[in-house]
């Protein structure tokens, strides 16, 4: 079962806008991590955000996190057509757990050039 | 490129009939965790090895079985398809002591 949703399900920008996307959560979590796929490709590995941490950036992403709410939010500045794709969050637990991500229902991302 | 390896690409089978993905991880990673992803249900864990063993086990049906091999890579075997079971499998390492997860390019299972 997935651990929690994302919204929006779809998002349609025009190039250099910003793009935010949600994620929410149900159990503790021993970090977040966001992935973006390619029409139905391998999945890669954007950033990774701690369960004791707030907020992170690489480049033009930046993620928050709040435990207390149990959600995330992924920005992405500034956005290029080359950023078309599906983006998911996963949590990870900890624990015997260790490494097993557990994925929402992701967000489709289109940039308009 | 993730260094994952996954093969076949893809693969369109019957009904009833069994298959075999293969799985190589990234030089020098020992755990291996096998996704399905489908429309309905999304991206779910199937199982974990880590260095030859069982480490966990999600949402995997007893008719799927995997394994992982003393030179690190791993098979998941699907049988007695049934339509339901065509999806994208997906495998990916994670270094020891790391999370971030290193994924495949996947295998399209299509079931006729």
């Known amino acids: 079962s997935q651990q929690g949703e994302e919204d929006p399900q779809a998002l349609s920008i025009q190039e250099g806008e910003n793009a935010t996307m949600n994620c929410s959560y149900k159990t503790s979590i021993n970090n977040l991590q966001w992935y973006r796929q390619n029409s139905g490709r391998g999945l890669v590995h954007l950033i990774l955000i701690r369960s004791n941490e707030r907020e992170k950036h690489s480049g033009r992403l930046r993620v928050t996190l709040d435990t207390s709410k149990k959600s995330s939010s992924l920005l992405i500045t500034a956005s290029r057509a080359a950023d078309t794709a599906s983006y998911f969050c996963?949590?990870?637990?900890?624990?015997?757990?260790?490494?097993?991500?557990?994925f929402g229902q992701g967000t489709i991302l289109t940039v308009h050039p | 490129d993730s260094g994952v390896t996954q093969t076949p690409k893809h693969l369109i089978t019957a009904t009833g009939q069994r298959v075999t993905l293969r799985c190589s991880p990234r030089s020098g990673d020992l755990s291996v965790y096998w996704y399905q992803q489908s429309l309905d249900q999304g991206l779910q864990f199937l199982i974990q090895y880590y260095n030859g063993e069982e480490r966990a086990k999600g949402n995997i049906l007893e008719r799927f079985s995997a394994q992982q091999f003393p030179d690190l890579h791993s098979e998941l075997n699907l049988s007695s398809l049934e339509l339901g079971d065509s999806a994208l499998y997906f495998c990916a390492s994670i270094r020891e002591g790391n999370t971030e997860a290193f994924f495949g390019q996947g295998t399209r299972l299509t079931v006729v």
């Open positions: 996963a949590t990870e637990s900890g624990g015997t757990s260790y490494g097993k991500l557990t």
